[in-house]
Structure formats: structure tokens, C-alpha cells
């Protein structure tokens, strides 16, 4: 049992013991502890997040997907359910639509080097190698490493045939120059 506590100390004791409990592998007992609070506030963004991760260390994916799914039709493009939502679908092997989760998030998010990095990694599962070495380029413009980013386009550059797809990293590359001149100004 809890200690006597009120309102939201003992909210947050309880989400603490939730979380504990899924960390030590109690899955039950952190849905009972969760439960709590998904009764109270079945919108709160920490409390959903919870939940999907106690059905995704069920592996039970879909459920997981399906809470995510749904709270993001309530809070569209939140970050940390659209980032949680996507590593789901990796878990899930849906390497090509985590993908495009995340290509779709990060227009709104262009300097979250996380992103970025979780986007290479996703492009690499889903086997879109041009688009792997696109993402790294855009992580490493995120930490300031232009000679890198170069680099990551370069070999972007020698897989795509496209036309436009060409243009469009030969305009990047333009920008990385730009971005650096100014940076060693």
C-alpha cells in the first residue's frame, strides 16, 4: 500500500512505482499501479506513454500502437508521443513506416539530433541506404560537423539516379557550405 500522501505527491509516487515496476519486469503490477491514474487522467501524455511501453514489454505491439494512435488524434505532432509512436513501429518491424513517421516529424523538429540519429537507424532496417546517409547528414549539420555532413550527401549523392532526388542533395550541399562559411566566419 501507499503512504499517506494527497493529490499529486501521491500521483506521482504512484506513476514512480509504475514505472519502477515495469523496470524490474513486475509488467501486472505496473498495469495495476498505472491504472490509478489512467482512471483519473486518461489523456495525460506521461500516463499514456506509460501504458504503450508496459503492452510494448508484453509485445503486445498493436495494443501499444493503437494507445499511441489515438492520443496523438488528440494531441497531433506532440513530440514525445509522435518519437514514442515511431520507436513502437520499429519494435513492431514496421521499419518503412517508422520511417516515415519520423521523415514527417522532422520538418517540425529539424534540429533534434535524436531524431535524426533514430532516423538513420530506421532507414538503415527499412534498407534505404541514400536515405540513411541523408539523415546522418542532417544529424551531423545538427551537432555542427559540416565536413561530415558533407560526406553523408556525397554518398547520398553516388546511390540516387533521380534527377530531382540529385538536385535536391546537390542544393543541400550548397547549404552545408553556406551554414559552414558563416559558422568559421
Known amino acids: 500500500a501507499l503512504p499517506q500522501l494527497n493529490g499529486a505527491r501521491e500521483d506521482a509516487t504512484r506513476y514512480g512505482i509504475a514505472l519502477a515496476e515495469l523496470q ?7 498495469t495495476q499501479s498505472l491504472g490509478e491514474l489512467l482512471k483519473k487522467e486518461p489523456t495525460r501524455i ?3 506513454m506509460l501504458a504503450a ?20 488524434r488528440i494531441n497531433p505532432d506532440n513530440h514525445p508521443l509522435t518519437m514514442a509512436y515511431a520507436t513502437t513501429l ?5 521499419y518503412a513506416n517508422a520511417a516515415d513517421v519520423l521523415e514527417k516529424h522532422a520538418i517540425g523538429y529539424p534540429d533534434e539530433m535524436q531524431l535524426w540519429y533514430d532516423l538513420a537507424e530506421v532507414q538503415g ?20 560537423e559540416f565536413a561530415r555532413a558533407r560526406d553523408q550527401i556525397n554518398f547520398a549523392l553516388g546511390l ?16 552545408i557550405r553556406q551554414i559552414e562559411n558563416e559558422f568559421y566566419r
Request: a positive charge; glycine letters at 6%; hydrophobic letters at 40%.
Open 46 to 48: 506521461t500516463y499514456v
Open 24 to 30: 524490474t519486469g513486475q509488467v501486472v503490477q505496473a
Open 160 to 175: 540516387e539516379t533521380d534527377r530531382l532526388s540529385v538536385a535536391r542533395l546537390k542544393q543541400r550541399l550548397d547549404y
Open 90 to 94: 520499429t519494435k513492431a518491424g514496421q
Open 125 to 144: 532496417l527499412a534498407g534505404n541506404i541514400s536515405k540513411v546517409h541523408q539523415a546522418r547528414a542532417e544529424y551531423f549539420i545538427s551537432t555542427g
Open 53 to 72: 511501453d508496459i503492452a510494448v514489454a508484453e509485445k503486445d505491439y498493436d495494443k501499444a500502437l493503437k494507445i499511441l494512435t489515438e492520443n496523438l
